[in-house]
């Protein structure tokens, strides 16, 4: 959102509804005077409240862009280092879990071929 139009628009708003509420109530010209005064330093207060918000907004925003712009490389980084440091320890574990792993598959394939041979021979003392 742009400031300045915000801005224009707030102010618009507050001086034309400031003038209707003063020209629409019947007073003497003293006391339109006094209240004309009164509403006028009431919307510049109003207004430089705004200004200041709009100023803390905008400083909190460039804070946060300059902040995210420094960190995130550096996040990224250790990011990529825990990965890599990560791999890197568990190597060892992964290469132990395949040789487990070729070993129970040896181990599975001599029991195919034991069961195997003892079907056979179960079928030729049965065909005997």
Same mark, same amino acid.
């Given at each position: 959102m742009?400031?300045?139009?915000?801005?224009?628009?707030?102010?618009?708003?507050?001086?034309?509804?400031?003038?209707?509420?003063?020209?629409?109530?019947?007073?003497?010209?003293?006391?339109?005077?006094?209240?004309?005064?009164? &509403? +006028?330093? %009431?919307?510049?207060?109003?207004?430089?409240?705004? @200004? /200041? *918000?709009?100023s803390?907004?905008?400083?909190?925003?460039?804070?946060?862009?300059?902040?995210?712009?420094?960190?995130?490389?550096?996040?990224?980084?250790d990011?990529?280092?825990?990965? &890599? +440091?990560? %791999?890197?320890e568990?190597e060892?574990?992964?290469? @132990? /879990? *395949?040789q487990?792993?070729?070993?129970?598959?040896?181990?599975?394939?001599?029991?195919?071929?034991?069961?195997?041979?003892?079907?056979?021979r179960?079928?030729?003392?049965?065909?005997?």
């Amino acid at each position: 959102m742009k400031t300045k139009p915000f801005l224009i628009g707030l102010t618009a708003g507050i001086v034309g509804g400031t003038i209707a509420v003063l020209f629409s109530t019947p007073q003497s010209g003293q006391q339109l005077r006094s209240n004309l005064q009164a &509403n +006028t330093d %009431s919307a510049k207060e109003k207004i430089q409240d705004v @200004k /200041l *918000q709009v100023s803390n907004v905008k400083h909190s925003v460039n804070n946060l862009r300059s902040e995210a712009k420094n960190n995130i490389p550096q996040i990224i980084n250790d990011l990529k280092q825990s990965i &890599n +440091t990560f %791999s890197t320890e568990i190597e060892p574990t992964q290469n @132990k /879990l *395949q040789q487990e792993i070729d070993a129970l598959q040896n181990s599975i394939s001599v029991i195919e071929k034991n069961i195997a041979q003892f079907t056979d021979r179960k079928n030729n003392t049965l065909e005997k």
